[in-house]
């Protein structure tokens, strides 16, 4: 969902990071960012807690985040396109879901907020031993969309880790351009099916 149907990585997967260390009286380091783009939750809570010295379990970390995060979803857009791509999708017949490193609670308010819930058969948090670094929550999500060819189901992805998962398991990968992961775009138009800076340029005769 984030950085692949909504304009939030800035706003909220830079922002909140941030925006809780801060209420704790700790400041940033300057390549934080950098440092947990590629990480999952559950691993950039441990990182925070540990480089931080913050004072809180994972369990009291999630509940504040969770705060953090419902805050600043509050003012996430949809990319460009997006709307437009769901509706011709469905009207193809096409089965979709969300799998996601945000909790399933937050994507449904947030994608209820936007009016594209209606788009999705559910939602998979790629957390635990579903991280995206495995291809087993894809093909969990494969599963429970009634497929069972990798080559016939399309990933859509705008982290190159999650992407490069997909792709060594054998997915149709589909790239979505984002300003959080720019210096990745070499990487990500080598190892994705097609790679697009807005969902208004898929080439449909290639999905």
């Known amino acids: 969902m984030d950085g692949?149907?909504?304009?939030?990585?800035?706003?909220?997967?830079?922002?909140?990071?941030?925006?809780?260390?801060?209420?704790?009286?700790?400041?940033?380091?300057?390549?934080?960012?950098?440092?947990?783009?590629?990480?999952?939750?559950?691993?950039?809570?441990q990182y925070l807690i540990r480089e931080y010295g913050l004072p809180?379990?994972?369990?009291?970390?999630?509940?504040v985040m969770r705060e953090v995060i419902a805050e600043l979803y509050e003012t996430v857009e949809l990319k460009p396109g997006v709307r437009t791509m769901l509706a011709k999708l469905q009207a193809e017949g096409a089965r979709m879901c969300i799998c996601s490193n945000t909790w399933a609670e937050q994507c449904r308010t947030v994608l209820t907020r936007l009016g594209i819930a209606q788009y999705f058969s559910f939602i998979v948090e790629a957390r635990g031993v579903l991280h995206k670094s495995h291809p087993e929550v894809f093909f969990e999500c494969m599963s429970r969309l009634g497929g069972a060819d990798p080559a016939a189901c399309a990933v859509c992805e705008d982290a190159v880790y999650a992407a490069a998962t997909a792709h060594k398991a054998g997915y149709y990968?589909?790239?979505?351009?984002?300003?959080?992961s720019a210096a990745d775009e070499p990487e990500m138009r080598r190892i994705c099916s097609q790679f697009v800076p807005r969902w208004d340029m898929l080439d449909w005769t290639r999905v």
């Not at 009286?25 to 559950?42: E, I, K, S």
């Not at 809180?56 to 509940?63: A, C, D, G």
């Not at 990968?173 to 959080?180: E, F, H, L, N, Y």
């Open 56 to 63: 809180l379990t994972e369990e009291s970390y999630f509940s």
């Open 4 to 45: 692949t149907l909504t304009d939030s990585m800035t706003v909220v997967w830079e922002g909140a990071p941030d925006a809780l260390l801060r209420r704790y009286g700790r400041t940033p380091r300057g390549d934080l960012r950098a440092t947990l783009l590629n990480m999952g939750m559950q691993e950039g809570a």
């Open 173 to 180: 990968v589909i790239g979505i351009a984002d300003r959080t």
